[in-house]
Structure formats: structure tokens, C-alpha cells
């Protein structure tokens, strides 16, 4: 039975340069540990998409500390396990649903395929980059997301997202 280590846990506001910290910190922990480079390469752009998409679409809980942005990253015996949090309109939640089914539905081969059709699509353009963010991770993640919605009250509720690399 393999033991779980845990290489990051934060739980706060999210800026770029908080970002930029826990980027840091989370590099340096790697490097402590006998890690593959292209586990920790894939470790890394999927940190960075997962926390670039939670300070471009979270939900600001001013008065509520206790739904801020959260993510954890540890380690179970050859994988490692993102999981990441943050507070969303309700009214995103089928949208956001959609693409995350989406995204699990399709293979490997599928999801390059779409992925590389939506880089070249002119909608790249706009707020929201449709949904790469969530393919660049589930090129690199191993099997499919996981996710799930707390709701908080009618406004608002706590997503939260796994993934295993």
C-alpha cells in the first residue's frame, strides 16, 4: 500500500504573483524527488492551465473565506493527483458541465484533434479560450477528470476537479 505525500496544499486568494509563488514552490518540491523531467514538465503545464483557470474564472467570495480557491498536489505511489477548487456561478455550471463531459468522452487521439482545431479557430480571440484550458490538462492527465459542484446557495457553488498525471 503506497502512502500519500503531499507536495502542496494552498488555500487563498489567487494573483499572478501568488501564482508565480506556488509555480515556485511547487518546481523545487519536485526536484526533491527522484520525478521523471517529463512527469514533472506534465506535473507543471497542468498546474499552470488549472490555476491560469481558476484566477480566469472563479467566482470572488469576498465575504465567505471558506469557499476561496484551493489546490493540492499529491503523490500515490507512481501517480501524482491535482486537485483543484474554486467558487463558480451557478449559471456557468451546464456550460461548464458540457465541456467537461465532452472533453471525457472523447480519446486521446480525439482530444488532440479538437484541441489543435480550437487553437487554430479565430474564437481563440475571445475571454475563455472555448475550453482549452480544460483539453491542454486532459492531454496530459492520466484517464479521464473527475469533478464535482457543492452548491453554496442559489448564486454560487464550489467546483472542484481532479486529475492524476
Known sequence: MFKKIELLK??????????GIILDNVQVKLDSYSTDTLVKKRIYSILVE????????????????????????????????LEISNALLNEKI??????????N???DKEINKSYYGKIKE???LEKGNAGIGIMQIAKKAKGKLTYNFKTINDKISYFTLKIII
Open 10 to 19: 494552498y488555500k487563498g486568494a489567487l494573483d499572478f504573483e501568488q501564482i
Open 50 to 81: 488549472a490555476l491560469e483557470n481558476i484566477y480566469n474564472h472563479e467566482y470572488s467570495q469576498k465575504e465567505n473565506d471558506k469557499y476561496l480557491p484551493e489546490a493540492t498536489l499529491s503523490q500515490l505511489g507512481e501517480n501524482f493527483i
Open 94 to 103: 451546464e456550460k461548464f458541465t458540457n465541456l467537461l463531459e465532452y472533453v
Open 105 to 107: 468522452n472523447l480519446s
Open 122 to 124: 479565430k474564437s481563440l
